[in-house]
């Protein structure tokens, strides 16, 4: 079936406007997490969000970066303002939701990535 | 603090030899660990979840074993091939932590097989 899908794949920006990373998780799939992936830091957690609870956004870096998850599918970061250091590689993952193991025990599925570039 | 390492950082073998790639992690209270493969320029493909009840998870040519008390993790690919050529990385996940939503990820082992 199909995979956790991103898109842009590519998205160059200039310093100080806003851009919008999309996320569709595998179908069924009811837990959506970010990611980041940049040469200093390695691969970072960003957010998740599970069914209809609140997201944890304790990964989220500073209060330009939001995401969304509009009917519990399809995810939306956004990060208002860029920055040159906001130049990464940005992951998308889903999961199965709270099983009968629950969240923490499901193996989390990787989209392809938005490589974003600030200039 | 929680960490996951991952040594070495770079391995070079010639084809056939078998991989050994270690991961280790600080604290032994974990749900479960994954290792992810990760292509340049893409993103990364699971090949293996550990949960932490199990000692060992196999597929195909690859074996993962885990001994939580002291905080290890290997992960062996036998045979191996030019295709294997890749960077492999291991990522936790831990029970006490701030977001139990999370993998904790090392920075991953960059391997080359050799023809």
């Known amino acids: 079936g199909a995979g956790v899908s991103q898109s842009p794949s590519n998205k160059v920006t200039e310093k100080g406007k806003d851009v919008e990373l999309r996320c569709d998780p595998i179908?069924?799939?009811?837990?959506l997490y970010w990611y980041r992936q940049s040469l200093g830091q390695g691969l970072e957690f960003l957010i998740y969000?599970?069914?209809?609870?609140?997201?944890?956004k304790s990964g989220l870096p500073s209060d330009r970066f939001s995401a969304e998850r509009t009917g519990g599918s399809v995810s939306t970061l956004t990060i208002q303002r860029t920055q040159q250091e906001d130049s990464a590689v940005y992951l998308c993952?889903?999961?199965?939701?709270?099983?009968?193991?629950?969240?923490?025990?499901?193996?989390?599925?990787f989209g392809p990535g938005t490589r974003l570039t600030v200039l | 603090k929680q960490e996951v390492t991952q040594i070495p950082a770079a391995l070079s073998v010639p084809e056939g030899e078998n991989l050994v790639l270690n991961c280790s992690f600080t604290d032994s209270a974990i749900y479960n660990l994954q290792w992810f493969r990760q292509d340049p320029g893409k993103g990364l493909t699971s090949l293996l979840l550990?949960?932490?009840?199990?000692r060992e998870q196999t597929s195909g040519r690859l074996n993962a074993s885990l001994d939580k008390s002291s905080g290890r993790s290997t992960l062996y690919i036998a045979a191996s091939q030019p295709g294997d050529s890749a960077t492999y990385l291991c990522?936790?996940?831990?029970?006490?932590?701030?977001?139990?939503?999370?993998?904790?990820f090392g920075a991953g082992t960059q391997v080359v097989v050799t023809p």
């Open positions: 550990i949960q932490s009840s199990q």
């Open positions: 990522a936790v996940r831990f029970m006490t932590t701030d977001s139990w939503g999370k993998l904790q």
């Open positions: 993952a889903s999961s199965l939701g709270n099983t009968s193991g629950g969240l923490a025990y499901n193996e989390q599925f």
């Open positions: 179908s069924g799939h009811t837990a």
């Open positions: 969000f599970q069914g209809n609870s609140a997201p944890d």
